[in-house]
């Protein structure tokens, strides 16, 4: 896979008890050299490229990344900065916190040195996973990358054993994917320009035509099935969102619509 664009953030310099990175862009390339299904010992091409963190084995136990870890994602930016300044270009965020490292490359050895974060209070269960992420972070890994219908996974483990295991991040496309929605309603927008979807509890399908950053949504034919009042109250505001022409902002797995209204719904792809 070829990156046209990387983002390289500065160290970490710590604010009383926070942690501020400033970011910029630069150009620059990378290309897969693996084949589908090769699986490869080694750290290869793993610079310049977005990886989303999937789960962390510790003493056998798997934490697995939570679905609400909104912004999760980790770039590895070889080099060291001023020793004197805590932090570095490798790092980004476990969907809590932002962290920052130093990030030494060579053949199947990945070191991570120099770690800091910021210091907010995440609720678990994504605290706990961010806990235990980036006590494996830091720290002498081997490096194992394997290939899978076109998408990298990387792992990472330590001489104890445990583990770190990153998916490469790819843009799913806007048609074709379930783009969830809560814990339970869902909605797949179709080449055919159609949707199926549920809101909740009840399932939909209808017309929706994608065109000009809107997707014009026609009449939903649902299911008649009776739920719970906070249910269907919630229902009610979401098919009134799924309702005629919206816009919409797709950032990278993340899907934002907005009616007319003002009301928006962001749905996250699975």
């Given at each position: ?114 770690l800091t974060q ?46 770190i295991t990153l ?45 000009d950053g809107t ?56």
């Amino acid at each position: 896979m070829k990156r046209t664009t990387r983002v390289k953030c500065a160290a970490l310099a710590a604010v009383g008890t926070t942690l501020l990175a400033a970011c910029g862009t630069e150009s620059g390339t990378g290309s897969d050299t693996i084949a589908d299904g090769e699986k490869v010992t080694g750290a290869g091409d793993i610079a310049d490229v977005e990886w989303l963190p999937q789960k962390v084995t510790v003493d056998g136990k798997e934490y697995v990344l939570p679905k609400n870890a909104e912004d999760a994602h980790i770039t590895f930016e070889p080099g060291t900065t001023d020793p004197d300044v805590g932090g570095g270009e490798s790092g980004g965020s476990v969907g809590c916190n932002s962290i920052g490292a130093d990030a030494e490359i060579d053949g199947d050895t990945v070191r991570i040195t120099d770690l800091t974060q910021t210091l907010m209070g995440c609720p678990d269960p994504l605290g706990e996973f961010e806990t235990q992420f980036t006590s494996v972070f830091e720290g002498t890994h081997k490096a194992t990358v394997t290939k899978r219908d076109g998408t990298r996974t990387l792992t990472l483990t330590s001489p104890d054993g445990d583990t770190i295991t990153l998916r490469e991040m790819t843009v799913p496309a806007l048609k074709g994917t379930r783009w969830a929605i809560g814990p339970k309603a869902h909605l797949t927008l179709g080449k055919d320009d159609t949707v199926t979807g549920s809101l909740g509890c009840n399932t939909f399908r209808g017309e929706a035509v994608v065109k000009d950053g809107t997707i014009e949504f026609g009449h939903l034919a649902t299911t008649r099935m009776i739920c719970g009042a906070a249910v269907m109250k919630t229902e009610r505001e979401l098919a009134g969102i799924l309702s005629g022409k919206v816009s919409y902002q797709q950032e990278r797995d993340s899907l934002t619509l907005t009616a007319t209204s003002g009301d928006s719904v962001t749905a996250r792809a699975e």
